[in-house]
């Protein structure tokens, strides 16, 4: 069985920043994808920011130049430093991994990330 676990979120001032990561445990499987994905109330479940193996790296529009995505993929760690928080960037934020070759993919329980003066 395989769990992802996520830490870093917390309540930030707009302008703040804050670093989350995300570890996976469990079974012994090779990624090939990382992600963190996000949803505040009200609204659809959306990309922040994913890196592939071979260092590939896709950033949502309304986070680029912002959040940076960084990953350890013997560690099957992923890693999202976060600049110059909005309130906007209030959400729970997921933490996602994909099998290399089939693609399935794991999801954490989430970390609230508050941005609030």
């Known amino acids: 069985q395989v769990q992802l676990v996520e830490s870093g979120g917390g309540l930030v001032q707009p302008g703040g920043s804050l670093r989350l990561s995300c570890a996976a445990s469990?079974?012994?499987?090779?990624?090939?994808?990382m992600g963190w994905y996000r949803q505040a109330p009200g609204k659809a479940r959306e990309l922040v920011a994913t890196?592939?193996?071979?260092?590939?790296?896709n950033y949502g529009d309304s986070v680029k130049g912002r959040f940076t995505i960084s990953g350890d993929f013997p560690k099957r760690t992923v890693y999202m430093q976060m600049n110059i928080l909005k309130s906007e960037d209030t959400a729970v934020y997921y933490c996602?991994?994909?099998?290399?070759?089939?693609?399935?993919?794991?999801w954490g329980r989430g970390t609230q990330v508050t941005v609030s003066s």
């Open positions: 996602r991994m994909s099998r290399a070759g089939n693609g399935y993919a794991y």
């Open positions: 890196i592939t193996s071979s260092a590939y790296t």
């Open positions: 469990g079974s012994i499987f090779s990624i090939g994808q």
